[in-house]
């Protein structure tokens, strides 16, 4: 099965920073990436697919990049509201496989 | 407004069983692939299984193989989960979710519900 590793596990930041967080696939993926925010005691919320595209309704400050092995979830200045853990789950061929997370926290 | 109900979660003794249930409305739900995701606690998410639209086609994470099976009845917008044999391992809050354009990742999710293995 093809592991995902996301990168920071954690991160802190102040409100309106710019914040990078990186999912590496064990084996190349194209663009079949998607995204999703999770907020304490909530189910995630799907925020971007196909590596890029933005979920209808996400704010325009989320971002997402990459293609094959490596991809980025960029949130262009980081709100209160934003404070979640962020999963990266590709979904070329079964299983579908998520990263571990990353808990982002405001400084 | 789509909405995924789950219910049938619990508490059960190890190497009991559990019927998890996901009750659709807002969409046509027999034209989606439905799937579960779980979540143990403090823990990140992870595929459960899948059924194709039609209930004919079913996939299952290797973690839950020969133990749970999938279902759906598409005149009662329900999707099941039926748990057997369950372990301590098989905590989690279970999530009912909709497969979105034919590829498996998710555009709505339940809002959860708890399953507890012990004894």
């Known amino acids: 099965d093809i592991q995902m590793t996301q990168s920071p596990s954690s991160l802190s930041a102040s409100v309106g920073d710019r914040v990078t967080i990186t999912c590496r696939a064990s084996q190349g993926i194209s663009d079949y990436l998607a995204w999703y925010q999770q907020k304490p005691g909530k189910p995630p919320r799907l925020l971007i697919y196909a590596a890029f595209t933005l979920q209808s309704g996400v704010p325009s400050r989320f971002s997402g990049g990459g293609s094959g092995t490596d991809f980025t979830l960029t949130i262009s200045s980081l709100q209160p509201e934003d404070v979640a853990t962020y999963y990266c789950q590709k979904y070329h061929g079964a299983p579908p496989t998520f990263g571990q997370g990353t808990k982002v926290e405001i400084k | 407004e789509v909405q995924l109900v789950e219910s049938g979660g619990g508490l059960v003794q190890p190497g009991g069983s559990l019927r998890l249930s996901c009750e659709a409305s807002g969409f046509t739900f027999s034209s989606y692939s439905m799937h579960w995701v779980r979540q143990a606690p403090g823990k990140g998410l992870e595929y459960v299984s899948a059924?194709?639209?039609?209930?004919?086609?079913?996939y299952y994470a290797d973690s839950v193989k020969g133990r749970f099976t999938i279902s759906r009845d598409n005149s009662k917008n329900t999707l099941y989960l039926q748990m057997a044999s369950l372990r301590t391992e098989d905590t989690a809050v279970y999530y009912c979710?909709?497969?979105?354009?034919?590829?498996?990742?998710?555009?709505?999710w339940g809002q959860g519900t708890v399953v507890i293995v012990s004894s």
């Open positions: 059924v194709g639209h039609a209930g004919a086609l079913t």
């Open positions: 979710t909709r497969e979105m354009g034919n590829w498996m990742y998710y555009d709505f």
